[in-house]
């Protein structure tokens, strides 16, 4: 991990009327020892080689994965099951609240950005060629609205003091649920091609 504040690029999200861990009826960020237990048996990663980021809420990423099981399972087996590097450009709709969307892209300065987030949907973010900066906050930590959330879109856009960076590449994977604000496909180094796949898992 690797940790940046850019005076300048500090941005970002959505004060969600209802947060995430209301829906969840626990506090997110205090996994149980079962949880933690369940997270490093791996069975939920469905027999995949990369590896989870350490961003990720665990408690939250247990409670959801318990509330909609199925949805992640074909997340998962979508990214064993096939060859992310040929798949054709675009989005599928998967099915009960999944879809996934593969890109291709020229990464690039995170200056004039913000932070994104979302209310509606977490984001499983897993870059398949090249490398990238993914930044991430936390909602609470939002000083300014850049963009209001707009519910068709789900997405708003937002301010923050500090971002930490982490480096996304092809041994691990991102999840950004609603507390999660990030900004992605940000240039690690020179600005490089990445093709990534995005999967959009509903709330509910």
């Known amino acids: 991990m690797r940790t940046f504040i850019n005076p300048r690029t500090q941005l970002l999200m959505l004060a969600i ?9 626990k506090n997110p960020s205090k996994p ?7 997270f490093e048996k791996r069975e939920w990663a ?13 408690a939250t990423f247990a409670r959801h994965y318990k509330k909609h099981p199925d ?10 099951n096939h060859d992310l590097t040929t798949l054709p450009l675009g989005r599928q709709d998967l099915g009960d609240g ?35 900066l993914q930044g991430y906050a936390k909602i609470k930590d939002t000083i300014a609205t850049v963009d209001p959330y707009v519910v068709k879109k789900d997405i708003g856009h937002y301010k923050v003091k ?17 507390d999660d604000i990030h900004l992605t496909n940000v240039q690690y180094g020179d600005k490089a091609k990445v093709r990534k796949v995005v999967f959009k898992v509903w709330v509910d």
């Open 98 to 132: 999944l879809t996934v969307s593969v890109e291709e892209y020229t990464t690039h300065d995170p200056e004039p950005e913000a932070l994104e987030g979302h209310k509606i949907k977490i984001d499983l973010q897993y870059v398949v060629v090249g490398k990238e």
């Open 17 to 25: 009327a209802c947060p995430f861990s209301l829906l969840l009826g």
């Open 32 to 38: 149980t020892k079962a949880e933690i237990k369940w």
């Open 46 to 58: 469905e027999g995949i080689s990369a590896q989870p980021d350490s961003e990720i809420d665990i």
């Open 71 to 80: 949805r992640w399972k074909r997340a998962f087996q979508f990214i064993r």
């Open 162 to 178: 500090s971002i930490t960076y982490h480096v996304a590449q092809p041994d691990r994977f991102m999840i950004y649920f609603p």
